[in-house]
Structure formats: structure tokens, C-alpha cells
């Protein structure tokens, strides 16, 4: 219950207001003007990112590339401590 | 510890606090996004580097049918396909502020990168496909062989004959031609220090396999 209105709230963030992407370039295969960042939309993320000169989309970048190197670290990690306890309760039968 | 996995903190660091501190030129629209090229990029060269290693140790397993290689190219496409992820993740986010939309059918270099990623996918998903450990690699070591075949195509090739929105591509200013020069101070080394992390992250997961694989051949055959 809480997890799906946390999960919405989440979702309303990263959404764009009514006025979808100012180019569409699902349509579009390629247009000389990059009009992006001349209507980057409403919400928190979308303005909060767009300041300062999109220096966050940089930080945003960074943090992407460290998240998934952690999640996939972490994961090899679980793998080791499978192979440990393995070990340690063979160890014992012995 | 070894002394490279210390070089390569340092080094890392380095790259990163000159990545955002470097005075760059203005260029409306990209502004400071023009930074990612010190993160996005690179993403791409490990990624390049580890299907390339997994690539030589397929190679080298078909040739010297070594347990050991197996495992390398299995852990050496592991990591690729985590850089891969990064890049596609890092261009994503990328691309909305500048492209204005998170993901575009129109761009080859975008579709095709994740097109090259699930070809890597379906290795995985062909290993788990066997139990025989000797089948296994073989099979695998073919087809990781065919699937690094298609990368230079579906990232090189294909994406500079179409319209796209990447430098290099067809209509557009290659990348050495649009790119300022002092922005070179930091991207190559930025290249290095993420293939060499790259690395570090291959050796961690190759370890841990090896050592998975010897565990698994002791409670199928005990002594």
C-alpha cells in the first residue's frame, strides 16, 4: 500500500508535465536544432536538473555509473559469501 | 592488495576532480553536459575492452580447452555487460536534457548499443542452458566469438550510414572535429582509468568464479 503511493510519488517526479518532450523525435529522424533545452518541463527533478548550466545531469551521470557498479559489487559480494558458508559447513561435517 | 589496484584509486580520483573542475567551452544546449564526455564514453571503451578479453579467452579455450579460460570469458563479459548497462543508462539520462527524450527510436547508435547488450544477454542465458561443464564452454566460446563479431558493425559501422544524433554519423562533424582539444586532457585519461577499473572489477568476478567452479566440481565428484 505505502510501497505503490511511494512508488507513484516517484514516478510523478520523473515524469514529464502534460507538454511531452518539445521535439519528437520518434517521428522525427533528426532535426538541426536541438530544442531541448529551451522547454525542459515542470517538477522538481525536471527544474532541479536543468539549473546551473546542467551541471547535475553531470553529477546524475557520475552517480548512475557508481550505483551500478556498487549493485553489481555487492552482488559478487553475495556470490563470495555463499561460497564461504559452503565451505565453513563442509568444514564442520568433516 | 596490489599496488596497481592503489594507482588506479588515485588515478580515478584524479580523473574526476579534473572531469569537473576543467574549464571547458561554452556551447549552448550541451553547457556542462559536455562534461559526460568524461564519464559517458569511457563506459563504452571498457566495455569494448572486456568483449574483447572475453573474445581472446573464448579464443584461446577452443584452442587449449582450458577450464580456466572459460571462466575468464564468462567473467570478462560479465563486466562488459555492466559498463555496457552504465553507458546506456549514463547516454539516457544524457539525452533528455539535450535530446529532449529519455530514449529515441530514431537513434541507431542508442538502439543498437542495446541491441549488442541483449546479443550478451543471450550468452548468459546460453550457459545456463547446460549442465555439462565441458559442453558448456564450448558452445559458449562459439557464440561469444559470433557475438563480439557483430559489435564493431552495430556500433561503428551501421550507426555512421544513418542519421543520428552521435558525432561521427552521417551529416555529422566527426568527433575531432567538434570537440575542443583541452577536453582531450582529461578524456583519455579518463579511457585509461576506466578500462583499468574495468579490469580490477573483471579480476574480482573472475576470482569469485573460479572459486564457485572448483566448489561446485568437489560436491559433484567428492574424493
Known amino acids: ?94 | 592488495m596490489k599496488v596497481w589496484k592503489y594507482l588506479i584509486i588515485v588515478w580515478m580520483s584524479l580523473v574526476i576532480v579534473g572531469g569537473f573542475l576543467i574549464q571547458i567551452p561554452f556551447i549552448p544546449i550541451l553547457e556542462q553536459t559536455a562534461r559526460n564526455l568524461f564519464f559517458h564514453v569511457p563506459m563504452w571503451m571498457a566495455m569494448y575492452a572486456m568483449f574483447l578479453m572475453s573474445l581472446y579467452h573464448s579464443i584461446h579455450y577452443l584452442r587449449k580447452t582450458d577450464w580456466l579460460a572459460d571462466i575468464k570469458a564468462e567473467a570478462a563479459a560479465k563486466t562488459g555487460i555492466v559498463f555496457g548497462v552504465c553507458g546506456l543508462l549514463t547516454g539516457s539520462l544524457w539525452a533528455r536534457f539535450t535530446w529532449g527524450t529519455w530514449w529515441t527510436f530514431a537513434e541507431p547508435k542508442m538502439n543498437l548499443a542495446a541491441l549488442a547488450l541483449m546479443i550478451y544477454v543471450a550468452y548468459f542465458m546460453l550457459r545456463s542452458a547446460f549442465d555439462e561443464p565441458k559442453k558448456r564452454a564450448r558452445i559458449s566460446a562459439v557464440y561469444n566469438i559470433f557475438a563480439v563479431s557483430t559489435i564493431p558493425f552495430l556500433l561503428y559501422v551501421v550507426p555512421r550510414q544513418l542519421t543520428s544524433l552521435h558525432p561521427g554519423a552521417d551529416g555529422n562533424p566527426a568527433f575531432s572535429e567538434i570537440t575542443a582539444a583541452e577536453l582531450r586532457f582529461i578524456l583519455y585519461p579518463a579511457m585509461v582509468g576506466f578500462i583499468a577499473l574495468s579490469y580490477w572489477v573483471y579480476e574480482i568476478t573472475y576470482r569469485a568464479y573460479r572459486v564457485r567452479y572448483i566448489s561446485e566440481q568437489t560436491i559433484s565428484n567428492p574424493q
Open chain 1, 1 to 94: 500500500m505505502y510501497l505503490t503511493q511511494l512508488l507513484f510519488v516517484v514516478m510523478s517526479m520523473f515524469q514529464d508535465s502534460t507538454k511531452v518532450a518539445p521535439m519528437d523525435t520518434l517521428s522525427v529522424a533528426y532535426s538541426d536544432k536541438w530544442m531541448a533545452a529551451a522547454n525542459q518541463g515542470e517538477g522538481f527533478f525536471m527544474s532541479f536538473m536543468s539549473s546551473n548550466n546542467l551541471i547535475f545531469v553531470v553529477l546524475g551521470v557520475t552517480l548512475i555509473i557508481w550505483t551500478v557498479l556498487i549493485v553489481y559489487l555487492s552482488r559478487v559480494d553475495k556470490t563470495i559469501s555463499k561460497l564461504e558458508n559452503q565451505l565453513n559447513h563442509s568444514s564442520n561435517e568433516a
